[in-house]
């Protein structure tokens, strides 16, 4: 038995397709699906129903993991506009923010070497934080102007700096190892 | 008085029978087995009136296998047939065993099985097959207790094993005839413990210092929901370190450069164990040792000593406990409880820069050594479905990222770890070269970027690629992590559908055919009787069966199934409980196979109708169409 509920996140969650999602809603929609459907309430159950619970739990924390992130939601909107976010194809990027991320990267392989190298990581996560909202509200208007293109822009660059974002923390981690 | 409850008739039912289940803590150090009895978990005791028996397995040329305190008393005497710290090798390969402290206290054959085994007077022992021994144990008192066979056991597993020391520890049950509920992650099961007596929302951390294992895991509580936010480790971490640290300190003031034999280095660590337990309540410890000739240890340890031994291993744990703060995106301070698990978190150094850490004052209400057993009893009570009711649900999350190896030895992750389980992940690939037509997965755990440096786990292939021009095909990998952390990995080539499919047996681990082995092996030598037992065994599976799909056609049968559907599947029923009254367990076996199968059109379409009912208020027909259900993909 497979079961399949493509392109219903928002409506699994009972929510419209939008990018404003109340926080405590999808909270409280998730723990009642999965009250119901994860594995652990088919422990006894006969073998189809258990493996029916683990693949309608997947699906299930997939949603609710990708509605929970701003950046997954943004994309998912995304991708149910029919809108691909594919780099092979397209990887024009504006020089500003190349720019910009350049510094940052700089900023970031300096770090380990400054006089206090946590307090120099916390500066760029602080910047990097202030970016990620401003994508946020940019990605907001847009939606609801149904620009895509314009959609699309900014989830690209968002996406660099959710991953510069990540080497922040994995150069905290190794901070932290040396310690 | 009460009255007496009496069915309707041609509805009568069995009174509810209270189906056993136990929680088991396999300890690197010590085990314990629990059971939730008349309300509320306990720690069962054996014939020898303790709750709690050493880890440890004496195997002699002849008879069985010893297990607990009186395997322990040889360990001085004949050292290298009483295996302790098995835990430490779960999953492990030759490697591994190699760069162990343990290497240098057992011998090894590295050469006959797929995986290290101890050599001892009674043959090679894997480390599964000696955890096996300790899960028998703990099963035989656990059902002398309960006063009958046991539907499943919780097994808890450190937080941080990854999938082949959790695929090795759900192997040992298998040996040890123990049908396994769920693997549940040992700092989860504390947070139940605690979480059920204390009624608490919010967030807290479970700290976990076990003998040979470290976890820290920050869990969100909500009304029974228990959701891991993060989890981090080291599962070569404990306890053990600590004695050991002692025991060369022993030797360095007592001018003692080396041991003569094994048997001398168990005594002296056996020593250091008992002055670390005085030094937790104690500020100076005595000790005299005599091992013979120059081999003489006497003095007195003080407490700031012992502290200054074990500074530099306790603050191995410091880094994890950055991790998961930093992974779940809290700050300390919104941490509002800190649990202590694990027998070495009675050292007060551990405790106090615990807190020292998380600003606060950490909880040790309950007894760090029973915790988490007596989380498993209560989950294990829920997952046998004693408690059809209970808020009780814990989100657990895979510890490690899990990966696919690509061009140049790099990792492409597919399920970053800390994601909530379980889950389901597809990743596409392509072909490199024109006119390939076949390819080789190969599946790791890590968190490097390089393949080297990342846990190998399995290596499958995917034949009959159609041959096209490099890139051309579209191979899609989906990797499915149930609710164990186990994983599953399943490839199909898009345009031809070329499907290849495997269980990730690890790259150090058992295969089926050893474990067969095994099992025919450890039967041989038992002296309960083998037919008895697999039918015993086989008569809980059937009774499981009917009782699953009594109440299901109890609640809704009607609805779901025509007359002719629903004669059908009564036919199977009737004739599975037949075989249950018979003394033939293939026949049983065969009856539950036929009746699973009868059904499984039914089960489609209660569960369907269930989610149609969860999203309530919607059009039904637009439900239908998002709903795509096809019996014909399976497997």
């Known amino acids: 038995m497979q079961v399949d509920f493509s392109n219903n996140y928002f409506e699994l969650f009972e929510l419209p397709v939008s990018f404003n999602v109340p926080t405590e809603h999808l909270d409280t929609r998730f723990r009642s699906l999965q009250r119901f459907l994860h594995p652990d309430k088919f422990a006894s159950a006969a073998d189809a129903e258990r493996r029916w619970s683990m693949q309608a739990a997947s699906f299930v924390n997939e949603a609710y993991q990708t509605l929970s992130s701003p950046l997954k939601r943004a994309s998912y909107i995304l991708s149910l506009n029919g809108i691909s976010l594919d780099e092979e194809t397209d990887t024009q990027m504006s020089p500003m923010f190349l720019m910009e991320q350049m510094e940052l990267r700089e900023a970031l392989g300096e770090a380990p070497d400054a006089a206090d190298p946590y307090a120099a990581l916390d500066k760029i996560s602080k910047q990097l934080t202030g970016s990620q909202a401003s994508s946020a509200d940019e990605f907001a208007q847009a939606c609801e102007k149904e620009d895509w293109p314009t959609a699309r822009t900014v989830v690209r660059q968002w996406q660099f700096l959710e991953k510069l974002g990540s080497e922040v923390q994995a150069q905290e981690a190794r901070l932290d190892d040396a310690l | ?635």
Request: one cysteine or more; aromatic letters at 4%; a negative charge.
């Open chain 2, 1 to 635: 008085m009460a009255l007496l409850q009496i069915s309707e008739p041609g509805q009568s039912q069995a009174p509810h029978q209270r189906r056993l289940a136990v929680g088991i803590d396999l300890g690197t150090t010590n085990s314990l087995v629990a059971s939730v009895i008349s309300g509320s978990a306990t720690v069962l005791k054996n014939e020898q009136h303790e709750w709690s028996i050493p880890s440890v397995v004496y195997y002699s040329a002849s008879g069985e296998p010893v297990v607990g305190s009186s395997a322990q008393e040889n360990a001085a005497s004949d050292p290298f047939n009483t295996i302790r710290s098995a835990k430490r090798l779960m999953g492990k390969g030759s490697d591994d065993v190699s760069n162990s402290w343990l290497a240098e206290h057992y011998e090894f054959d590295f050469d006959s099985g797929s995986i290290p085994a101890f050599k001892t007077a009674a043959g090679n022992r894997t480390a599964i097959e000696v955890s096996a021994n300790i899960l028998s144990t703990l099963r035989s008192t656990a059902e002398k207790t309960l006063g009958g066979e046991l539907v499943g056991a919780v097994i808890t597993v450190p937080a941080y094993f990854d999938d082949a020391q959790r695929q090795a520890t759900k192997d040992a049950a298998a040996l040890a005839g123990i049908h396994v509920l769920r693997l549940l992650n040992e700092p989860t099961a504390a947070a139940v413990a605690y979480g059920l007596d204390n009624g608490n929302d919010g967030v807290v951390a479970i700290y976990d210092l076990g003998g040979g294992t470290f976890d820290i895991s920050l869990l969100k509580m909500q009304r029974g929901v228990f959701e891991v936010l993060a989890t981090a480790g080291n599962t070569a971490l404990g306890g053990d370190d600590f004695d050991n640290a002692v025991a060369d300190w022993l030797m360095e003031q007592s001018g003692v450069s080396a041991l003569p034999d094994q048997g001398a280095r168990r005594q002296l660590l056996r020593l250091a164990r008992s002055l670390k337990e005085t030094l937790s309540s104690q500020q100076t410890a005595p000790y005299e040792l005599n091992l013979g000739e120059s081999l003489m240890f006497r003095g007195e340890i003080h407490v700031d000593t012992f502290n200054s031994i074990i500074e530099a291993l306790f603050k191995k744990t410091l880094p994890s406990c950055r991790q998961v703060l930093r992974d779940a995106g809290i700050a300390k301070s919104d941490v509002q409880a800190v649990v202590m698990v694990g027998g070495s978190t009675r050292v007060p150094l551990v405790r106090e820069r615990v807190g020292e850490f998380f600003e606060q004052t950490v909880l040790t209400d309950i007894d760090p050594d029973q915790v988490v057993a007596v989380g498993a009893a209560i989950q294990a009570d829920v997952l046998a479905g004693n408690k059809p009711d209970s808020d009780l649900l814990l989100l657990d999350v895979i510890p490690l990222s899990l990966g696919l190896e690509t061009m140049g030895g790099l990792v492409e992750k597919i399920v970053p770890r800390n994601t909530t389980i379980p889950i389901a992940r597809a990743q596409e690939f392509t072909t490199y070269k024109d006119g390939q037509t076949a390819m080789a997965l190969h599946v790791v755990q890590g968190e490097r970027e390089l393949v080297a440096d990342c846990r190998s786990l399995a290596r499958f292939e995917l034949r009959d690629i159609p041959a096209r021009t490099a890139g051309a095909c579209r191979i899609q990998v989906l990797f499915q992590v149930d609710a164990d952390g186990l994983l599953t990995v399943s490839a199909l080539e898009k345009e031809s559908g070329v499907v290849a499919s495997i269980d990730v047996k690890p790259s150090y681990g058992l295969s089926d055919g050893e474990i067969e082995e095994m099992l025919r092996a450890s039967m041989e030598h038992a002296s309960e009787d083998v037919q008895k037992r697999a039918l015993a065994e086989q008569k809980v599976e059937g009774s499981r069966v009917v009782e699953a799909i009594a109440s299901a056609l109890d609640a809704d049968g009607d609805q779901h199934l025509s007359s002719e559907e629903r004669s059908e599947i009564d036919a199977l029923v009737a004739s599975l409980k037949q075989s249950l009254e018979g003394d033939v367990s293939d026949n049983i076996k065969l009856a539950v196979e036929k009746l699973e199968a009868g059904s499984s059109v039914f089960v489609e379409r209660r569960m369907n109708a269930s989610v149609k009912e969860l999203m309530a208020g919607q059009e039904l027909s637009e439900l239908e169409r998002k709903l795509v259900t096809d019996t014909n993909v399976e497997d």
